[in-house]
């Protein structure tokens, strides 16, 4: 898979100078709730990367609105406002996304820290996030589907997962979809 981040950037996945490669589905550009939980990602960066991790976040947004929002973040950011990659990867819209409680105080807070709207919600609000680590080999190696907004893999269990991986047996694979080429 192949595309370019908002700042002109290819990325490459899988990536062979990464031992994994974080890739995250979140909404829109502007969506208080997926600001809030990069700017979590983004204050832990450094243990993200300490542990191989290079993480690649997905907006169904157009590059310019992203540039709003996401010029400052310490990883890259892709602009999918057709979708393409959020199909390949099944990542899916529903009014779910709205209907569970920390939806509203996960985005309340980033509008408190951040002291801003979004006033553009480009592509709906109904987005789904979706988390999956994929390895240097191409494999995806563990997923998160979200029930809601607000249901994405957190700094803790990012780690957690990547150092399972590296143990040299494993209880049972993991059920993903294949990467898309």
Known sequence: MAASTIHGKPVEIPDPT?????LQFRRFAGCPVCNFHLLTMGRRQAEIADAGIRQVVFFHSSREEM??????????CVADASKKHFKAFGVETSVRA?????????????VLAARRFYT??????F?????????AEGRVVACKYGAHADDHWEV???L?????????????PVMAPALPV
Request: glycine share 6%.
């Open 18 to 22: 990464s031992r994994y490669v974080h």
């Open 67 to 76: 540039l709003k929002y996401q010029a400052q973040l310490p990883f890259d």
């Open 98 to 110: 709205l209907l569970n409680p920390r939806v509203f105080w996960s985005g309340l807070r980033w």
């Open 120 to 125: 553009k919600a480009e592509n709906g609000i």
């Open 127 to 135: 987005g789904l996030p979706a988390d999956f680590l994929v390895d």
């Open 156 to 158: 803790d269990e990012l």
């Open 160 to 172: 957690q997962l990547a150092s399972k991986e590296q143990q040299p047996a494993r209880a049972a």
